[in-house]
């Protein structure tokens, strides 16, 4: 019996391995955008945290105000990053069943 628990228990370790695998694959391929500065930086990435663009508006541009658009940038990074995280936590809930596991997703 002891054997038999163990296959088991390896057998649930493989599955959730494979659920966690495709669920990073799902997150690589959602999109998750958004902006700063009432439209004027827009920021889209996926959802394992790649950058996938950066939109700047001609007239933030034209300003040549370089604190006003760093800032923008920072922010709009900021929240992306956020927005990712939030999106992988959702997700991973799905296979965790709302039970949070550290270092699973940061």
Not at 34 to 50: E, L, P, Q, Y
């Amino acid at each position: 019996m002891f054997n038999k628990d163990w296959g088991s228990l390896f057998k649930q370790a493989q599955d959730m391995q494979a659920k966690l695998a495709q669920i990073q694959k799902d997150l690589a391929e959602k999109k998750v955008q958004v902006t700063t500065g009432g439209g004027m930086v827009k920021i889209t990435a996926n959802g394992i945290n790649d950058i996938l663009s950066v939109s700047i508006d001609d007239e933030l541009i034209n300003m040549q105000d370089r604190e006003i658009l760093e800032d923008l940038i920072v922010g709009a990074v900021n929240e992306v990053h956020r927005k990712v995280k939030d999106l992988a936590q959702e997700e991973m809930s799905q296979l965790t069943g709302g039970i949070k596991i550290p270092g699973l997703f940061p």
